[in-house]
């Protein structure tokens, strides 16, 4: 028989968004909230970026899951594995059932390292990373601090990813570190996007960068087959009817995996997005976070179909929303609190330098200190990243205070 408990207020995933919304909810004096989340680890994702060039170590992002918990919420080690909207009713990875009065879903996407052919088996070999796994961000280091000098390839899958700006982030610590140590590198940016970032505010300022150091762009290009054995990488040609590949030999790839909803989100008809952009992410207005079709429902962070860019910045912004709205609805008020799309991209240029990038749905720039003009390379943007904005996420995001 199966078992089932009742949750008046169930949360999806405590990553950033599951742990900040049930933060704030608690200093709200909400009572009844459970959340469920299967890892033990509490990874800060921003950091790794680091990791792979070397700054930091991977233990240096990682903290208990247990200790972000908030008191008074339930944990449930476990994961979803289906949503039963008409039911109120989620099952978990054991089969047990959880009824909920209102649920918030935070579960994050999934990376879809088998959409590339061969990529899986070569990972963390024949000179092939990804800082997208912490476990491999640190032999992206190995692998840069090594090179002895060739052809190093930096890619960007096609469809939405979380941090648009980590792709090129670790080639400009690649580039930096080459050219510091005097090490002759063919570096190329082989991107299935047609420009060097989507926000045209600063495509100029970057485009600087990369001519500083000598990058090649190579824009409507994506990964699609990795020949570990023979040092080969396979684009297709985006939008090309022929469906025309090249191939590149490489000695090193920094790969970035194609990115998706979970898969029991995209196959769940009455809550994924059916088209567009976003298409497989859960269904939430862009505005209120609210589902349109089922009103106890709410969506945050990289799981939800809104189209800001998918960065733990956006949460920052979302958490609120989704707070104020939830008790909204709640009480039977209307839904009154706002996400304007909100992001940030802290776009590291080289060890010490950086362009922070905010910007809302509309690309338009929203600059949190309008006095500094952040599309120049600053040192005290740099500082914000490695230091600043950690303690900001440890101490006051995930205690629902910021
Ligand atoms: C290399 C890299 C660099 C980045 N750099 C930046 C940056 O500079 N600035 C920035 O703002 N953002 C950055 N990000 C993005 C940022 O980390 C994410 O956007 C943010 O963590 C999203 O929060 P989330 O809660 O939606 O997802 P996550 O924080 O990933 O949390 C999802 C949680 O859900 C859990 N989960 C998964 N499946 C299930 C399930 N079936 N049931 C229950 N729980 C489940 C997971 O275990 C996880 O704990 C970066 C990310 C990476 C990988």
Redesign the pocket.
Known sequence: MTTTTHVPILI???????ICVAAQLRNRGMRGIAI????QE?YY??L??LVGGGVLRASETVRKEADFIPSGVTWIEN???SIDPGENAVTLGDGTRVTYDYLVV???LQLDWNRVTGLSETLGSNGVSS??DINLAPKTWEYIKNFKGGRALFTFPAGPI??A??PQKIMYLAADYFTKHGIQAEIFYATAGPAIFGVKHYQAPLNNVVARYGIHTMFNHNLVAIDGAKHEATFEIVNDPEKTRVTMPFDFIHVTPPQSA?D?IKGNELLAQPDGPTKGYLRVDQHTMQNPDFPNIFV????GSTTNS??????RRQAPVVVENLLAQMQHRPLKARYNGYA???LITGYGKLILAEFDYDGTPTPSIPMIDTTKERWSMYML?LHALPWMYWNLMMKGKA
Do not use: I
């Open positions: 999806l995933g405590g990553g950033t968004a599951g469920v989340e299967p890892s509490h994702q921003p790794w970026t994961r979803a594995t935070a579960c994050g800082n997208y979380k941090c700006g980590a979970p029991f945050l962070g990289d799981a998918k960065t733990g910045a956006a949460v940030s991209c802290p990243k």
